[in-house]
């Protein structure tokens, strides 16, 4: 079954660190560039971040660059987010997705996502 | 940053409507315009790549047009599982944006 899994959100307080995990079955994990994407709560969708196929480039949005962390492990078809020095403002669901293209042929546009875990910064 | 801004924000409409929304980028894109649905509570899945091209599985109802700055997404006979938000979003460059969604309902 193709699929992509999210876990280790939860409740943080603000400046704390958490790190969030997808488990991807079902397809060639090692050959896709991959993504986070948040959606506050009934806010619109933000891209967070994105690692190549090899996680040898990494990119990120502007208001999380410096304090998230975007990685991966081929052997283990999982990808990670390590999210430092939390705020308030980013209280949302994270979603991992899939780019649609794949090695160096990557495209910013996403074709597979999971359902999301969330992430609630407050004291 | 590229903003995309789409219109209208929310829109009601009967089953076998023909439907449009627009996206509008703050600079040209050429056709990197993607278009996602989302229904409550599930993840967006994708509608339309490259402008408008159809991706694999998705209804031949939904088509996409436009280049440069102005897009369009049209559904062109409404069926009850297409209410939903639709989102537009950039890939011509990072970071990647998307527009702040059109709520479709039902009328």
């Known amino acids: 079954q193709v699929q992509l899994v999210e876990s280790g959100g939860g409740v943080v307080q603000p400046g704390r660190s958490l790190r969030l995990s997808c488990a991807a079955s079902g397809f060639r994990f090692g050959d896709y560039g991959m993504h986070w994407v948040r959606q506050a709560p009934g806010k619109e969708l933000e891209w967070v971040a994105f690692?190549?196929?090899?996680?040898?480039?990494?990119d990120y949005g502007g208001s999380v660059e410096g304090r998230f962390t975007i990685s991966r492990d081929n052997s283990k078809n999982t990808l990670y987010l390590q999210m430092d020095n939390l705020r308030a403002e980013d209280t949302a669901v994270y979603h991992c997705?899939?780019?649609?293209?794949?090695?160096?042929?990557?495209?910013?546009?996403?074709?597979?996502w999971g359902q999301g875990t969330m992430v609630t910064v407050s004291s | 940053d590229i903003q995309m801004t789409q219109s209208p924000s929310s829109l009601s409409a009967s089953v076998g409507d023909r439907v449009t929304i627009n996206c509008r980028a703050s600079?040209?894109?050429?056709?990197?315009l993607n278009w996602y649905q989302q229904k409550p509570g599930k993840a967006p899945s994708l509608l339309i790549y490259s402008a408008s091209f159809l991706q694999s599985g998705v209804p031949s109802t939904f088509s996409g047009s436009g280049s440069g700055t102005d897009f369009t997404l049209t559904i062109s006979s409404l069926r009850p599982e297409d209410f939903a938000t639709y989102y537009c979003q950039q890939s011509f460059t990072t970071p990647i944006t998307f527009g702040q969604g059109t709520r479709l309902g039902i009328k």
């Open positions: 690692v190549w196929y090899d996680g040898s480039y990494k």
């Open positions: 600079q040209s894109i050429s056709t990197y």
């Open positions: 997705a899939r780019d649609r293209g794949t090695r160096r042929l990557f495209q910013n546009l996403f074709d597979m």
